[in-house]
């Protein structure tokens, strides 16, 4: 007697165990594959496009030309980065930088403007 989650077909008992057939697979597989392609063609970075804005309880001072002072007021560490508008060319991001509680760290970066501080990982 066959296993009740097996299927007759062609289809591989590994996948036919949690009920995904070869199609489907090749389907999302392709759906995301296509996926990817197009977010690299999008301005800003694929890490940030995603990502939220830091929470409130990052402090940000008063943007300067090529820089930013920023203050971690929340109850842990925080890991952010700075987006940077960029005129004549894509949006760029600045690289994370981990914030200790109640600590300040300064984000520099060349040409552009500060558009917005995120979370990353």
Not at 1 to 21: D, L, T, Y
Not at 40 to 55: I, M, N
Request: aromatic share 6%; hydrophobic share 40%; with cysteine.
């Amino acid at each position: 007697m066959q296993p009740i989650n097996r299927v007759k077909s062609g289809v591989s008992g590994r996948w036919a165990a949690i009920g995904i057939s070869k199609s489907r697979f090749a389907a999302a597989a392709l759906t995301a594959f296509v996926a990817a392609g197009a977010s690299a063609a999008v301005s800003q970075p694929a890490f940030a496009r995603d990502l939220g804005t830091a929470p409130a309880c990052i402090a940000r001072g008063k943007p300067q030309p090529t820089s930013v002072r920023l203050t971690n007021g929340c109850s842990r560490l925080e890991r952010v980065a700075v987006e940077v508008n960029v005129p004549w060319g894509p949006d760029h991001a600045t690289s994370c930088i981990s914030i200790p509680v109640g600590q300040s760290q300064n984000v520099n970066w060349l040409g552009g403007r500060y558009k917005r501080t995120f979370i990353c990982g």
